[in-house]
């Protein structure tokens, strides 16, 4: 299966569709792209810009959700910002805390107000 996502003007993944592989001739990235957005546009009629996404982020960073955003330049969907105090990984495309998470073993919350992971 291919999945598209459907961008706004603004970049923003509005919606995100599943094609068969068949309409991209069993291409893989990046050759599929194109036969599946000329699928999209021309046989099932849905208008706008239409980027291949993939399920297992064997490209462009992360699978697109409604409400990431597409970034040209890095060739990535990323997703909302979680607070404003995380930062953008830039390699990773992933927002990170400014204090790690303290330990895999147990369950922990950022509170944003103190900039701290709570115990939970």
């Not at 599929?32 to 239409?50: A, M």
């Amino acid at each position: 299966m291919a999945h598209f996502a459907k961008l706004n003007e603004n970049n923003i993944v509005e919606n995100v569709i599943v094609i068969s592989n068949q309409h991209c001739n069993n291409l893989d990235f990046p050759q599929s792209e194109v036969l599946g957005q000329l699928f999209i546009v021309t046989i099932l009629g849905l208008e706008g810009k239409w980027y291949q996404t993939s399920y297992n982020s064997n490209f462009r960073k992360h699978f697109a959700g409604i409400g990431c955003t597409y970034d040209v330049n890095r060739d990535a969907f990323i997703a909302p910002k979680p607070f404003n105090s995380w930062i953008l990984n830039e390699v990773t495309c992933a927002w990170e805390p400014p204090t790690p998470y303290p330990d895999i073993n147990d369950f922990y919350i950022w509170n944003e107000e103190e900039l701290k992971w709570d115990k939970q």
